[in-house]
Each structure stands twice: as C-alpha cells, then as structure tokens.
C-alpha cells in the first residue's frame, strides 16, 4: 500500500501546452487524457480539453494538471490543489474526512468514470485537495 501526494495544476484551454513546456523543462514521460476519452464532456466544445495529465519527470519530479471547462471558476494565481493519491483507501479517506472536516466538500469522495474512488475538498484554509484511491484492476 502506498500514498503520494503531488502539485495538481489548472489552466484554461492550454493544459496540453503548459505540460508539453514543462515536459521539455523536466523530460520524463507526459501522459494526457481528454474529457471525450472520460465520457466527462458536457457540452462538444470540451471534448478535446485536458481532463487529466501527469508528468513524471527526470529526478522525482511528478505533478498533474487539468483544463478548467468554461463553466467553472478559474483564477490564475489560485489555481493549483494538492492531490494525495495511491491504494490504501482506509489512509486516503480518513485524511479526506479530516481535510473537509470545518471546509467544504465540493465533490464527493466516490466512484469515478475512470474506475477509481474520487474526491474533492477545499478545507478550512482555503486549499484544494483532490483524493484520488487506485481502483482493483486486473
């Protein structure tokens, strides 16, 4: 069993860009999934937007990013979140209770399209986590 927690970035419309940069900064390999791929579009002009991507660069740099639909808030300055993911779901969900205890959760700590149990939370200082527990494949 294991957990790690990581940068998550935002970016509006450019994701793909911004990784590819940082990609030629860091090496490494990128991996890049859309909303189409995720069934996750809400509306068509979505589709080809970066719904999950992560770098792992040289060194043990490792963070991810996303495209924020037009639909949501974005605030460059502001957008980041902590990411805690790995498979033990006991550790995870008990830090995503205690994180969203006295904060606000903006998505429940459930199962996701992309088969695993996903949450999100902004505690009571204002930070953003995303919760992310490997799902059983294979």
Request: negative net charge; glycine residues 10%.
């Amino acid at each position: 069993m294991s957990v790690q927690l990581n940068p998550y970035l935002s970016f509006r419309d450019n994701t793909r860009t911004a990784m590819e940069f940082y990609r030629s900064v860091f090496g490494g390999e990128l991996s890049i999934s859309t909303f189409k791929e995720f069934q996750a579009s809400t509306d068509p002009s979505e589709d080809d937007l970066v719904m999950h991507s992560q770098l792992e660069g040289e060194h043990g740099v490792v963070f991810m990013a996303s495209d924020t639909p037009t639909r949501m808030e974005y605030k460059p300055g502001t957008n980041f979140s902590m990411s805690l993911s790995g498979d033990d779901e006991p550790v995870l969900r008990g830090w995503f209770d205690k994180l969203a205890d006295g904060g606000t959760v903006t998505m429940p700590l459930e199962k996701a399209p992309w088969g695993d149990t996903f949450g999100m939370c902004i505690d009571r200082f204002g930070v953003n986590w995303l919760v992310n527990v490997s799902g059983q494949h294979g």
